[in-house]
């Protein structure tokens, strides 16, 4: 059963840094391509980034462009989102999933809680 867990989650100033994982079980990378989400409070869920399982291409929405960099550690069947220069607004729950778009047949995670506040 494929099954996604993110971690690394929690409060942090603005200007600050997080880097969160999902570790993707029941599956290798090379089989899907891993993207992250967010939801804040009174928002729909938004899709942030993805990467290939193919080449390793990534891609980012605007809103996190520059400042959030995805990346994957085969041996760790893991996925990464280093986040940089924080600010309030992206505040909300973080997950990831088995593709780049929302939709049925795709797995998901459970969410980890990233908190942006001085």
């Known amino acids: 059963q494929v099954q996604l867990v993110e971690s690394g989650g929690g409060w942090v100033q603005p200007g600050g840094s997080l880097k969160l994982s999902c570790v993707l079980s029941?599956?290798?990378?090379?089989?899907?391509?891993i993207g992250w989400f967010r939801e804040a409070p009174g928002k729909q869920r938004e899709g942030l980034s993805c990467?290939?399982?193919?080449?390793?291409?990534?891609h980012y929405a605007d809103s996190i462009r520059g400042r959030f960099t995805i990346s994957r550690d085969h041996a760790k069947n893991t996925v990464y989102l280093q986040m940089n220069s924080l600010n309030t607004e992206d505040t909300a729950v973080y997950y990831c999933?088995?593709?780049?778009?929302?939709?049925?047949?795709?797995?998901w995670g459970q969410g980890t809680q990233v908190t942006v506040s001085s």
């Open positions: 999933a088995t593709d780049c778009l929302q939709g049925p047949g795709v797995y």
């Open positions: 029941g599956a290798t990378l090379d089989e899907y391509v």
């Open positions: 990467i290939s399982s193919r080449d390793g291409k990534s």
